[in-house]
C-alpha cells in the first residue's frame, strides 16, 4: 500500500492506493519519492481519488488557522508601516539594516550546512580511499538506492524522511517537516542533506579512521559487516550521536546469504552491550541464539530489535518468539 500526506500548508488528509484491508498503518515505507507529498504542484497534495481516505481533524483546523493568520499578518503589517512610515515606499536606514540582518542570517545558515556538505564529503572520499566502507549492501540496486519513508497521520508537523544510499553512505534529509511543507519541496531545501549512516568493515578500520568516523556529527547509524574487535567499543563509546548499531555480513550478492553460522558474532553483542546512547540494535547474521540477546539487555535506553535479517532454524525461531512475548517493552521486529 502506498499512503500519502495530503495538504498545504498542514496535511489535512492521508489517502491510501493499494488499500486492502481494515485498519489504517503508523507508517509506510512504500511511497515513491517522485510523488513527494509535499510539492504544491503535485496532485497527491490535492486528494480525488483514493482506496482508503481519513480525515485529520487537527491537520484541518491548523491549515484553516494558518490560511486566516497569513492574510491578517500581512495586512496588519502593511497598516502599521504606512501609518508610522507614512507611504508604502518610504524607508528608513532601519529598516534596510533589519531587512540586511535577516537576508545575511538567512543566507550564513544555508552557507554553513553547505560548508557541512562539502566537509563531510571529504571525510568520506578519505574512508572511501582508506577501502573503510563497504560499498556492496544494495548491489541490485546498483550504486544508487532511494527510499522515501513517510510517518503519517498522528502530527500534521512529523517529519517525512527522505533516505537514500550511496556508497555505502545513508543520507537524509534532515529539515524540519514544517519547513519543508512551507517551501513545497525538499529540493529547495538540498544543503539539508547530510550522512547518518555509513556501512563499514571493522577489521578494516584503522584509528585514523575512527578518527575520520567522528567528524561526521550527524552520524546516527553504523552498520558492521564483520566482527568486531576488543578496542572498538571504546571507539564506539566516544561517539555518542549514534543511536542505532547493525550486525551484518559480507554478501557478493544481495540474495548470497551465508548458509553457515559466523562463529563470534554472539561477542560482538556483549560488546556493545557496553554503549549506553544505543537505542537500536539490528542483526542480519546468522548463529545468534535467544541467550546471546539476553545481554543486549544491559543497554539502558535499548527500545528495539530488529531480527527481520537473522538466519533461524524452527527451534531457534519458537526460542526467539518466547523472547520476544518475553520482554513487552521492547519493540521487536522479526520477518516469519
Known amino acids: ?5 495530503c495538504g498545504w500548508p498542514a496535511p489535512y488528509a492521508e489517502i491510501a492506493r493499494g488499500f486492502e484491508g481494515p485498519g489504517w498503518p503508523a507508517y509506510t515505507d512504500a511511497v515513491d519519492p517522485a510523488r513527494s507529498s509535499v510539492s504544491w504542484w503535485n496532485k497527491y497534495a490535492w486528494p480525488f481519488e483514493a482506496d482508503a481516505y481519513q480525515w485529520l481533524p487537527r491537520g484541518i483546523a491548523y491549515t484553516l488557522l494558518i490560511l486566516l493568520a497569513i492574510p491578517l499578518l500581512v495586512a496588519t503589517a502593511c497598516e502599521l508601516w504606512i501609518r508610522r512610515r507614512g507611504g508604502r515606499l518610504r524607508l528608513k536606514i532601519v529598516d534596510l539594516l533589519v531587512a540586511t540582518t535577516l537576508l545575511a542570517g538567512l543566507l550564513g545558515w544555508g552557507a554553513s550546512h553547505r560548508s557541512r556538505q562539502f566537509h ?18 544494495f548491489p541490485l540496486a546498483g550504486p544508487f538506492h532511494h527510499t522515501t519513508y513517510s510517518y503519517l497521520a498522528r502530527s500534521p508537523w512529523q517529519r517525512e524522511l527522505s533516505i537514500f544510499y550511496h556508497g555505502g553512505v545513508r543520507y537524509e534529509h534532515q529539515a524540519p517537516f514544517w519547513l519543508v511543507r512551507l517551501c513545497g519541496s525538499q529540493r529547495a531545501l538540498s544543503f539539508y542533506i547530510h550522512p547518518t549512516g555509513i556501512i563499514v568493515d571493522p577489521t578494516r578500520l584503522s584509528d585514523d579512521d575512527w578518527m575520520l568516523i567522528e567528524q561526521l556529527g550527524t552520524l546516527e547509524q553504523l552498520r558492521f559487516v564483520d566482527r568486531l574487535a576488543d578496542g572498538d567499543v571504546e571507539k564506539l563509546s566516544r561517539l555518542t550521536g549514534v543511536r542505532s548499531l547493525a550486525l551484518d555480513e559480507k554478501r557478493v550478492g544481495a540474495l548470497a546469504y551465508p548458509r553457515q553460522p559466523t562463529v563470534g558474532r554472539e561477542l560482538d553483542l556483549a560488546r556493545i552491550s557496553q554503549l549506553d546512547h544505543v537505542e537500536a540494535v539490528e542483526l542480519a547474521i546468522t548463529g545468534v541464539k535467544d541467550e546471546h540477546l539476553e545481554k543486549l539487555l544491559t543497554l539502558p535506553n535499548l527500545q528495539r530489535i530488529d531480527m527481520q535479517g537473522l538466519y533461524v532454524d524452527d527451534a531457534e525461531r519458537a526460542k526467539l518468539e518466547a523472547f520476544r512475548d518475553g520482554h513487552p517493552e521492547l519493540k521487536i521486529q522479526m520477518r516469519w
Do not use: G, K, P, S
Open 120 to 137: 563531510e564529503t571529504a571525510v568520506i572520499e578519505q574512508l572511501r580511499e582508506a577501502d573503510a566502507l563497504f560499498e556492496n549492501r
Open 1 to 5: 500500500m502506498h499512503a500519502y500526506l
